[in-house]
């Protein structure tokens, strides 16, 4: 099965900038749809965002034209660049395949507070 390894999760004031990393364990990107992922305290996980092996992407909408979701196929790595951070961001961020698989990673804590 694929493991996944989030990073670059971090404390941050609001309307600032975080990018996320993911690798996963095999080569991945190009051949599968991914997604990112998060989860809030007391909450369901929640796709938010996704991208094809075509490079196509779609967004939540309460991240559009906030967060861009982008990879590498040569690094066999997925970004999630995120801008203009606010308070409800806060979550643990994950990277699976879209549909998700059943295997997840650790996941990278995203922090937005003053």
């Known amino acids: 099965q694929v493991q996944f390894v989030e990073s670059g999760g971090a404390l941050v004031q609001p309307d600032g900038s975080l990018r996320l990393s993911c690798a996963p364990s095999r080569r991945t990107l190009s051949i599968y749809s991914m997604g990112w992922y998060r989860q809030a305290p007391g909450k369901q996980r929640e796709l938010v965002a996704r991208i094809t092996s075509d490079g196509v992407t779609n967004y939540v909408d309460s991240v559009k034209g906030r967060f861009t979701i982008s990879r590498d196929n040569a690094k066999n790595t997925m970004y999630l660049q995120m801008n203009r951070l606010k308070p409800e961001d806060t979550a643990v961020y994950y990277c699976?395949?879209?549909?998700?698989?059943?295997?997840w990673g650790q996941g990278t804590q995203v922090t937005v507070s003053s």
């Open positions: 699976n395949t879209y549909p998700y698989g059943s295997n």
